[in-house]
Every structure is written in C-alpha cells, then in structure tokens.
C-alpha cells in the first residue's frame, strides 16, 4: 500500500516562501509520475504542479509560474514545492498524489494516491 505523507505548510506572510515535502513509502515511486494540488474552501482541487517520472517533463499552473519549483528526489523517494512569493491567494490546503504511470496529468482524476494534505495560510 502506498502511502504518501506531506509536510511544511504553515502560516507565512505574504511574500514568504515555504518547501512542503511529500514522502512515499510503500514502494518507491521512482518510475512513477507526481503532482501538487491544492484546495481552498468552497473551491474545487485545482493542479499547482505535476512532473514526470525522471523530472523530464514538468507542468506548473499559470498562477504559480516563476514562484514555485516542484523537485523530485527519487533516491529518497520524496518530492518537494518550493513556494516563494507567496500571496493570499495561495491559501489552502496542499497535497500531493502519485500516477500509476510515468508521465504526468495535471487533472487530480488521473492519479491514484493521495497524501492527507498540508494547510498553507498566507497573511495579508
């Protein structure tokens, strides 16, 4: 059973940065295709980043280009977003998901694990 455990958020200000890290253990997802998503409230699970197996292939949501960097550590089967310039439209929770595949989706119903989300709250 995979299992995917997200870490790092927090209350920042704006203009801040955060890394939030996703860890999977279970089995080693090098060979498999991750994503960031995130979800504020009354708002529907929206792609912030995704990347293939190798990192060879990447997808950031416009809103997040040039602010935030998604990395992939296979070696210690953890993934990271790195959040600089953040603002308090950032704000919500965070999780992270594995494919079944190597390439990468940026629609939340083509992955298959889910970490249990990691609440970001940027100030004013």
């Known amino acids: 059973q995979v299992q995917l455990v997200e870490s790092g958020g927090g209350l920042v200000q704006a203009g801040g940065s955060l890394r939030l890290s996703c860890e999977a253990s279970g089995r080693s997802f090098s060979s498999y295709a991750m994503g960031w998503f995130r979800q504020a409230p009354g708002k529907e699970r929206d792609i912030v980043a995704a990347?293939?197996?190798?990192?060879?292939?990447?997808y950031y949501a416009d809103s997040v280009k040039g602010r935030f960097t998604l990395s992939k550590d296979n070696a210690k089967n953890t993934a990271y977003l790195q959040m600089n310039s953040l603002e308090p439209e950032d704000t919500a929770v965070y999780y992270c998901?594995?494919?079944?595949?190597?390439?990468?989706?940026?629609?939340?119903?083509?992955?298959?694990?889910w970490g249990q989300g990691t609440q970001v709250t940027v100030s004013s």
């Open positions: 998901a594995e494919r079944r595949d190597p390439s990468m989706a940026n629609m939340w119903g083509y992955y298959d694990y």
């Open positions: 990347v293939s197996w190798n990192g060879g292939n990447a």
